[in-house]
């Protein structure tokens, strides 16, 4: 089946340590979106990628780092620059620029629980 | 800067009776779309239904409608015939229509939707 899969589901992290968390999807999708959701507050955008080897900060890109190595993978980096960093993160794709077009919504996958011991 | 307000933060409603959820935003733009997107327990972020600003007609999905009232700058959801997997929290969004903006969608807080038996 296509889709989105981001592992692990819970991770835990000690203070002061760099963990990354993975985000792969085979829908052939362009773009790829970490976003990071509080609770009581919406999903806010961390970093996005519209191509291979490109990426670009979203709101929120202070203490994360990502690559795009390969169009199917986006990995995020949740470095110990960070301050908050207990959250429930999200990855999201779609099959081209200009997310938001007409046959081009973003797609989430089921997300990852990171919380810092 | 856009903004996104959803002032309920919880809702509650019967089985089969019909809901409104109400969302405004805030933006200069003339060229944008909004979203409905649905997140039930098991946290799946899933699209319930997308609006382009330049269409007057207001967009439905099945059970699924929304009031879309541009000058006002008001985005409502409407979820009619109620069902007990409509429960969950609902986000409404908003994103620019250009391409320095590609990705990024401002969410509201969310509204938290019970439906009860």
């Known amino acids: 089946d296509g889709g989105i899969t981001q592992s692990p589901k819970y991770l835990f992290r000690k203070e002061g340590q760099n963990v990354t968390l993975s985000c792969e999807q085979n829908l052939n999708h362009d773009a790829m979106y970490w976003y990071r959701q509080d609770p009581g507050q919406g999903l806010r955008l961390i970093y996005y990628s519209q191509i291979v080897n490109d990426f670009q900060k979203g709101d929120i890109a202070e203490g994360y780092s990502v690559s795009r190595e390969k169009k199917e993978s986006f990995p995020l980096t949740v470095t110990s620059a960070q301050k908050n960093p207990t959250a429930f993160y999200l990855c999201a794709s779609s099959p081209q620029g200009l997310a938001g077009g007409p046959g081009n919504e973003q797609f989430f996958g089921p997300g990852t629980r990171l919380t810092v011991l | 800067a856009q903004t996104v307000t959803q002032s309920q933060p919880e809702m509650s409603v019967q089985e089969a009776e019909t809901v409104t959820l109400s969302c405004t935003y805030d933006?200069?733009?003339?060229?944008?779309?909004l979203f409905w997107y649905k997140q039930p327990p098991s946290r799946q972020m899933i699209l319930v239904i997308r609006q382009e600003a330049y269409k007057q007609q207001n967009a439905t999905e099945n059970r699924f409608s929304v009031n879309f009232q541009k000058a006002a700058k008001s985005f409502s959801l409407k979820i009619s015939d109620s069902q007990l997997g409509d429960t969950a929290m609902y986000f409404c969004?908003?994103?620019?229509?250009?391409?320095?903006?590609?990705?990024?969608?401002?969410f509201g807080k969310g509204t938290k939707l019970s439906v009860k038996p």
């Open positions: 969004a908003f994103m620019k229509h250009d391409k320095l903006s590609q990705g990024n969608l401002i």
């Open positions: 933006t200069s733009e003339n060229n944008y779309y």
